[in-house]
Nanobody, 122 residues
Framework: EVQLVESGGGLVRGGGSLRLSCAAS????????IAWFRQAPGKPREAVSS????????HYEDNVKGRATISSDTVQNTVWLQISPLKPEDTATYFC???????????????WGPGTQVTVSS
């Protein structure tokens, strides 16, 4: 059974930082790309960042470019997304999703995590 579990969310003041984790089981991050998405209440889900070790690619959307760092470790089979400085508009539920390629992870992910809430106060 494939599972993705996000953690690291919470309440943070604007200007602060958070490191979100996406722990994978049942798949290997050596062969699967991970994409982070977020969804704020009343707004559509949007991509944030993605990583593929097999394709040797990382990607950042404009909404976090210059403020985020995505990384992955195959031993821990975990992807981390650090965002700093955080802005109130970063408030959302953050989800990670997996697929064999970055393009697939961004468009038709095979697996999703349940999400972790990030709230940034002004």
């Amino acid at each position: 059974e494939v599972q993705l579990v996000e953690s690291g969310g919470g309440l943070v003041r604007g200007g602060g930082s958070l490191r979100l984790s996406c722990a994978a089981s049942g798949i290997s991050l050596s062969n699967y790309a991970i994409a982070w998405f977020r969804q704020a209440p009343g707004k559509p889900r949007e991509a944030v960042s993605s990583i593929s070790l097999s394709e040797d690619k990382t990607h950042y959307e404009d909404n976090v470019k210059g403020r985020a760092t995505i990384s992955s470790d195959t031993v821990q089979n975990t992807v981390w997304l650090q965002i700093s400085p955080l802005k109130p508009e970063d408030t959302a539920t953050y989800f990670c999703a997996a697929a064999p390629t970055i393009l697939a992870a961004l468009t038709y992910p095979a697996f999703w995590g349940p999400g972790t809430q990030v709230t940034v106060s002004s």
